[in-house]
């Protein structure tokens, strides 16, 4: 339970976030003025439509405003690289980039998420008021208010339900007749009408033409209840209720993203939702499912308001715990609150919450390494449904990554750059330092290959995971080329994210391929599948440089030559892409090299990045620091994480570390508390996921293993290791097995 005992004020610090994976709110709880702001995630300017906006895919994502089709001046680049070693951000953007972002800040028809709107309500003042508390129920899904003013407790709940795809607000008191409010639905897409108890706005938005429809239907117990234009007024009421729905005619379909106009189904939702108590039971029993899958105990959750429990941490008194394991599970909440089976898209870069028409970076998905840390947690903490969004997303991206993979690197296979949107924008802007990053593909792409290491499931593998592997893997053996200072094959232009130069052979970039050629031909052998192209997979990988060289001063090379500075601090640490998310080997006392000098402060997302870094090295303790620091200076009042702005990567990269500290099962073997800290000297936790099929839990004391708990998805075979101790287990699906390890 996260807490406070005064309103919200802001909707960034404050607010309390909850979601159904489409429909999102983030809950103020005011005494007087309630305001409920509204998200659908499928609510974007751009694309199709509007100015700029035409065939996704083409050089830039879309026709129109770009440059025609010129692998010519992509070869261009190479030689000068090739002769000279490296080249200035600026001269590769002006040559490859597409003109519009460096100048005026926009891509024309990207767009951008926009904020569905507010549901606002005015609440008669009842005199002075006592005993407020405004909560956040992580395992039910659910903000509630609570007060009491002249003698009367007066409760209010809102939640997001994903059986019945609405949003509901019920407002409630233990004296009947003491329920009294008026009731609006600002939404700034179109036209207000009111029939039946129900507020309805219905419009387009007049960017993309895309149609919105939004309703609220309010319903009383007692009382009176009137309609005005533009609002609806309930009086001397038991109870009052308030249901929202909302859709828009996107669909994630190329080349038009237009599906049906959403009233009908926007109706039949509000017209199968009746009862709050039915829906209330429903939702809980839905969200609760998936956030009880998991459990961690690391000591007393606090006691105080979490405001006061956030702004007195320090990371190291024994009260600190509770809060650490809560926000695990705040990065879970968040998850299954912004990404679900039924997801139309991926959480994007604050989930599915935003205020603003012109949010942060367009609210877009970075995939340079944010929207990929969105779902580092997915897996491990047992919430693989949360992924489905995420690879229909990749796969929506194939068809127009085809077209910029063809005009403009002349080559088979499939591309996406470091941005892209609701549209399927493949292409590049020219903003120098955030424009190119064609590895991007490859690593969303491991994001398919990691569920089927998790579920086991060949027939996914088979119909799913290779095909999305072999082309992206076919675009990359056409892109490699042949360095001129040893013949390795390189990734030319190359640019580690948002760093430096670009070179030729920069390690992520090398990293990244290395990884997605090495996974594609393991799943072409174990499928017998394209015999003959499996060698030319395996010459490549035979003079792949793999990226993992060792610099002058002990570091994990960022760059092909030693180019490294050891007072650099950059935020991204992307020469570390092997030790995590990837599976290594990685030179150990290198990458702690690379580490140290690094330092352990950044933005939110850094430092969520460098927790995952410090697990995989074993390292509990300096994992810990980077939690602690992370709590103490990139984390909101509400939990929520800030770069600054929010950005809720971070959020979600934490939970992900600090499932790494717990247990890790990339190197073959399932490792329980490979890197605890001397902070969480007792606890035990159950639910999470080892890649394999496990379901794992583990109890400890005085920072050892005493008991180990595996139950699997099928019968085989499983190394298991705690400290010291290594067992090998027999497996029957479906039977746990309870393992002293004292």
């Not at 004391?701 to 595996?710: F, K, P, Q």
């Amino acid at each position: 339970m996260i807490w406070y005992d005064e309103p919200a004020d802001d909707w960034e610090r404050h607010a309390l976030p909850i979601g159904n994976g489409t429909l999102g709110g983030m809950v103020f709880g005011r005494i007087r003025d309630e305001r409920v702001a509204l998200n659908h995630s499928t609510l974007w300017t751009g694309g199709p439509g509007s100015a700029g906006g035409g065939v996704a895919g083409s050089t830039g994502g879309y026709a129109g405003n770009w440059r025609e089709p010129r692998p010519g001046v992509l070869d261009q680049v190479r030689r000068t690289i090739a002769a000279e070693g490296s080249m200035e951000p600026g001269a590769v953007a002006r040559l490859l980039g597409n003109p519009a972002y460096a100048t005026t800040g926009s891509i024309p028809g990207f767009g951008a998420y926009q904020p569905l709107g507010d549901l606002l309500l005015v609440i008669p003042d009842a005199g002075p008021v006592s005993g407020y508390r405004r909560t956040l129920d992580l395992r039910q899904g659910i903000a509630g208010v609570s007060y009491v003013a002249d003698g009367v407790t007066f409760t209010r709940e809102c939640f997001a339900s994903n059986p019945a795809g609405v949003l509901v607000l019920r407002l409630a008191a233990d004296r009947p007749g003491r329920i009294s409010a008026t009731i609006r639905l600002a939404c700034p897409y179109g036209d207000i009408s009111i029939n039946d108890g129900k507020i309805v706005v219905r419009g387009v938005l007049p960017d993309n033409g895309l149609r919105v429809e939004a309703v609220a239907h309010v319903s009383a117990a007692g009382g009176i209840l009137s309609e005005e234009t533009d609002r609806i007024s309930v009086s001397d009421a038991d109870a009052v209720t308030v249901i929202v729905a909302a859709g828009t005619d996107y669909a994630l379909a190329f080349p038009t993203y237009r599906g049906p106009d959403p009233h009908e189904e926007v109706a039949k939702r509000i017209a199968a939702a009746h009862e709050h108590a039915d829906l209330r039971a429903e939702h809980v029993a839905d969200f609760a499912d998936r956030f009880d899958r998991v459990r961690l105990d690391l000591g007393p959750l606090p006691e105080a308001p979490t405001s006061q429990a956030l702004a007195t941490y320090t990371g190291e008194r024994p009260e600190d715990r509770g809060l650490e394991a809560l926000y695990f599970q705040y990065g879970r909440y968040l998850l299954i609150s912004s990404s679900r089976e039924n997801s139309p898209l991926p959480a994007n870069l604050q989930g599915i919450w935003n205020d603003s028409s012109s949010p942060p970076w367009d609210c877009d998905w970075h995939a340079n390494i944010n929207v990929q840390m969105n779902y580092w947690p997915a897996e491990v903490t047992n919430l693989a449904e949360s992924v489905a969004p995420l690879l229909r997303f990749i796969e929506s991206l194939r068809a127009p990554g085809r077209i910029t993979a063809r005009e403009m690197f002349g080559a088979p296979g499939w591309v996406v750059g470091p941005n892209t949107n609701a549209f399927g924008f493949t292409g590049v802007h020219d903003w120098p330092t955030s424009f190119w990053f064609p590895e991007a593909g490859a690593w969303l792409a491991r994001h398919a290959y990691e569920r089927y290491r998790f579920s086991g499931d060949e027939a996914y593998l088979r119909e799913h995971v290779y095909p999305l592997l072999k082309e992206t893997a076919e675009f990359w053996l056409a892109n490699l080329v042949a360095d001129a200072r040893d013949g390795a094959l390189v990734v030319s232009p190359s640019y580690s994210p948002e760093h430096g130069l670009f070179t030729a052979g920069a390690a992520m970039s090398q990293q990244i391929v290395a990884e997605l050629l090495s996974c594609t031909l393991a799943v072409a052998q174990q499928l017998r599948a394209d015999i003959v192209w499996q060698s030319s997979l395996a010459r490549a990988l035979g003079r792949l440089d793999r990226g993992l060289r060792v610099g002058s001063w002990g570091q994990l090379q960022e760059w092909k030559d030693d180019l490294d500075d050891p007072d650099d601090t950059h935020r991204h640490v992307s020469q570390l892409y092997a030790l995590y998310p990837g599976d290594g080997p990685v030179p150990a006392d290198a990458a702690r090299t690379t580490l140290d000098h690094r330092g352990d402060r950044g933005t939110g997302w850094s430092q969520a990045w460098k927790i995952n870094f410090w697990a995989r090295l074993l390292d509990g303790d300096r994992a810990h620091k980077l939690l602690s620091n992370q709590l103490q200076e990139s984390t909101l009042p509400n939990l929520l994480d800030t770069h600054p702005p929010f950005q809720i990567d971070g959020n979600f990269g934490a939970a992900a570390g600090i499932a790494e500290m717990l247990l890790q099962s990339h190197a073959g073997e399932i490792h329980v508390l490979p890197a605890l800290p001397a902070a969480w000297a007792d606890g035990s936790f159950d639910g999470l996921r080892a890649r394999g099929g496990h379901t794992v839990g583990a109890t400890w004391s005085g920072g050892r293993a005493t008991e180990v708990r595996i139950r699997a998805d099928r019968d085989g075979r499983a190394t298991v290791r705690a400290g010291d101790v290594v067992v090998h287990l027999d497996l029957r699906a479906g039977v746990e097995i309870r393992q002293n390890v004292r």
